[in-house]
């Protein structure tokens, strides 16, 4: 492929953009400034830099963040800076968005990507993919609470009950609660609707990938080809 076409696929501009980086020698491949435009690489595996950055070609964007709380997961937030600030701009500019939202407040592991199909597959409930929330509640939670989550909770705009596939209570004043769907506020409604009421929420696991420990609060990393096996190798407990 020609490395302007390569540059501009990967978010760095406009093919108009990309030609002037790349003839201005800000651009190279194994040490060598590439400042031509229509120069032709193979793309598997290929690694190049940009202005002294190197990024490695992915046809596909995926990746995971550890989300900090106070930031929206809009590009247009209203109230908070939005999550995509934390991305490197030519991620954010090849177009990725987060599989789902979490709200301002809630932290922890949320997946984006500029694979529609990913997105879908990932965000829709249709899959019953397990997400596990942990939940720190203002006052200790009962076992009558734990059973409630379990036989369902009728949500106000809701046909139907929707409950946790697997609660416990972890600590004087915490549960971990999976669920299977993604509606909106799910977790603090379902929680509200059992008379709790949660004062701090994170996400620990979507499928079967966690966040790393050592990805800290406002970092993010590529999901590589184990982190994804990791995702999809998932069981409804
Ligand atoms: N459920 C919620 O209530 N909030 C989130 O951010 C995610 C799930």
């Not at 942990?134 to 006052?139: G, I, K």
């Not at 989550?149 to 971990?176: M, S, Y």
């Not at 420990?213 to 998932?234: R, S, V």
């Amino acid at each position: 492929m020609q490395i302007e076409r390569i540059i501009h696929s990967q978010g760095f501009g406009s093919r108009k953009e990309c030609r002037a980086l790349i003839r201005a020698g800000l651009v190279s491949i194994d040490g060598q400034v590439v400042d031509k435009p229509h120069m032709e690489f193979p793309v598997d595996d290929l690694v190049f830099e940009v202005e002294g950055e190197a990024w490695r070609y992915r046809p596909k964007a995926y990746l995971m963040m550890h989300k900090p709380g106070g930031c929206e997961c809009s590009h247009q937030p209203q109230f908070h800076p939005s999550i995509y600030g934390l991305l490197p701009w030519p991620v954010v500019q090849r177009g990725v968005q987060s599989v789902g939202r979490l709200d301002q407040d809630t932290t922890r592991l949320i997946l984006f990507s500029d694979d529609g199909q990913f997105i879908h597959t990932w965000s829709s409930g249709k899959k019953r993919i397990p997400k596990v929330y942990q939940a720190v509640l203002a006052e200790a939670p009962t076992e009558a609470l734990v059973d409630h989550l379990l036989a369902g909770v009728q949500l106000h705009d809701e046909p139907e009950p929707v409950h946790a596939v697997a609660c416990r209570i972890t600590g004087e004043r915490r549960i971990e609660l999976t669920v299977t769907e993604g509606k909106y506020h799910m977790v603090k409604r379902m929680i509200a609707g059992v008379g709790g009421h949660v004062v701090q929420l994170h996400r620990q696991q979507i499928g079967g990938l966690s966040i790393p420990p050592d990805l800290l609060e406002g970092e993010w990393c590529w999901l590589e080809d184990e982190q994804a096996a990791a995702l999809a190798n998932w069981v409804v407990p």
